[in-house]
């Protein structure tokens, strides 16, 4: 009877156990840790099979996971900077708990790992465009003539502007994209604010961060770069607007700009036909000056 209460008080303390699993989302990588005697699976299909059955027996059984993205040259990495044998299992579970508090994470909350692999991926870019372009405005430094940290001073405007843009546009839902192709690479970052019914506007601060630090970086850099946005609510025509960046601030962009922006393609520079119910327009006024006094350089 003692036996048989222990073993229900350990199932019951299971649940309380919250774990990590570090997921091999591609074939790439995949085959890249098959180097590793220790790790048995040979193929990649069957393994995020048997991953999905243990993520359901875990939800089943009250457990919660998180789901990280493990990247095969990153825990060799840590390996060689631990002192850690990479060929032995607990060398990657060390390397899966790091992930849970530094790397793009996902909650596994009963979805097809077809939908959730997408995802985070989406996230892993995300992280890696935020930590890009915070490096990049950090080694702008302070500005030679007023000592002015560039990068600060950028994001202070960068998030000057998206709070006008956020207060002018009208309620709804609004998708906002940024693209600043002035640096070695092209980053993106997109944001997405929902208003709900009482006119709170809710926003995701992981995506508020990336968004804002490109923005910024656009600004620092004074690169070629934009801004779009969609608006959508009930009862109305989508609106879709932008602006370019122009110095330290935003130009608006005309409605033909912006229809020819989303009516040709990009490849083959072929016309397309353009949505319907879609109105593209001039952005609204950000009343005043469009970014406030700071550093210029």
């Known amino acids: 009877m003692v036996h048989t209460d222990h073993q229900t008080m350990r199932r019951v303390l299971r649940r309380e156990i919250a774990g990590t699993i570090g997921l091999l989302t591609d074939e790439h990588d995949f085959r890249a840790m098959r180097r590793y005697r220790s790790f048995t699976f040979d193929d990649h299909k069957i393994y995020l099979q ?18 990280a993205l493990f990247d095969p040259e990153e825990y060799a990495e840590f390996c060689a900077e631990t002192g850690l044998d990479p060929d032995i299992p607990s060398s990657r579970t060390r390397f899966t708990a790091e992930l849970a508090t530094t790397g793009p994470t996902l909650p596994y909350e009963g979805q097809p790992l077809a939908d959730l692999v997408p995802a985070l991926v989406d996230e892993a870019v995300r992280q890696a ?18 000592g002015e940290d560039i990068g600060r001073a950028a994001f202070a405007r960068a998030s000057n502007l998206l709070f006008r843009i956020l207060d002018t546009a009208q309620p709804g839902h609004r998708h906002l994209v940024c693209s600043v192709t002035g640096t070695p690479e092209t980053l993106l970052a997109v944001l997405h604010a929902d208003e709900d019914a009482h006119g709170a506007t809710h926003l995701d601060e992981a995506e508020v961060l990336e968004f804002t630090t490109v923005l910024a970086l656009g600004i620092a850099t004074q690169g070629p770069g934009g801004l779009v946005m969609r608006t959508s609510a009930p009862d109305a025509s989508d609106r879709i607007y932008g602006w370019r960046l122009r110095g330290e601030g935003l130009e608006p962009l005309t409605a033909g700009e912006v229809f020819d922006a989303y009516c040709t393609d990009i490849e083959s520079g072929d016309l397309i036909s353009p949505e319907s119910g879609v109105d593209y327009c001039v952005p609204p006024d950000l009343g005043g000056e469009e970014a406030p006094p700071g550093h210029r350089h």
Request: glycine content about 6%; proline content about 0%; overall charge neutral.
């Open 129 to 146: 465009t935020w930590e890009y372009a915070s490096t990049l405005l950090a080694r702008l430094g302070a500005c030679a003539t007023c």
């Open 50 to 67: 048997q991953m999905e059955a243990l993520l359901r027996t875990r939800t089943s059984e009250g457990s919660h996971t998180t789901i």
